[in-house]
């Protein structure tokens, strides 16, 4: 038992900070981020034998995150927002254009938003995310088109800078 624990705790200590980049991709809130990571981490725990035999450990844990986001999304205090007061994390490129497109993606419904995160920020195939979403291959082609028409109105002042 002790090599498993050894085992996640390695994991775990390589694998939070971008989940909770991820998580925060998603939710746009520092506070429910940590939450959700926090929440994957002790659920990814319990499972952890089966977990670090899998393929990928790092996208069952990411499939632990969404999954995890979508639940939260369904409860009613899902509209619950703390203030904000973190730092942000360190991100090449202009701070402003990052969050032009992080006000855009959270204009996007929870579906959406974590379709075109898991396809465009994390790397994923359509095929992996639906997977992760539980979702038809069609739905994530269809929803993917339809959210970038949708960003690309939403960051139509940015477009020079964003899709030149």
């Not at 996640?8 to 989940?19: D, G, I, P, Q």
């Not at 429910?32 to 926090?38: I, N, V």
């Not at 981490?41 to 995890?68: E, G, H, I």
Request: glycine content about 0%; overall charge neutral; charged content about 25%.
């Amino acid at each position: 038992m002790a090599n498993y624990d050894d085992e996640f705790e390695v994991f775990a200590r390589a694998s939070a900070e971008r989940l909770r980049a991820t998580a925060f991709m998603l939710c746009r809130d520092w506070h429910l981020a940590q939450d959700l990571t926090q929440t994957t981490l002790t659920k990814l725990y319990v499972v952890w034998r089966k977990a670090a035999q899998a393929d990928n450990p790092v996208a069952y844990a990411q499939k632990m995150l969404f999954r995890a986001y979508l639940d939260h999304r369904r409860r009613r205090s899902s509209s619950e927002r703390a203030v904000p007061e973190f730092e942000d994390v360190a991100h090449a490129g202009s701070p402003d254009l990052r969050l032009t497109m992080l006000d855009a993606l959270a204009q996007l419904p929870p579906r959406d938003r974590a379709i075109v995160i898991l396809r465009y920020f994390e790397d994923y195939s359509v095929e992996q995310t639906a997977e992760v979403l539980n979702v038809p291959a069609s739905v994530v082609k269809t929803q993917t088109k339809r959210s970038l028409s949708k960003l690309k109105e939403l960051l139509a002042p940015e477009q020079v800078a964003l899709f030149a």
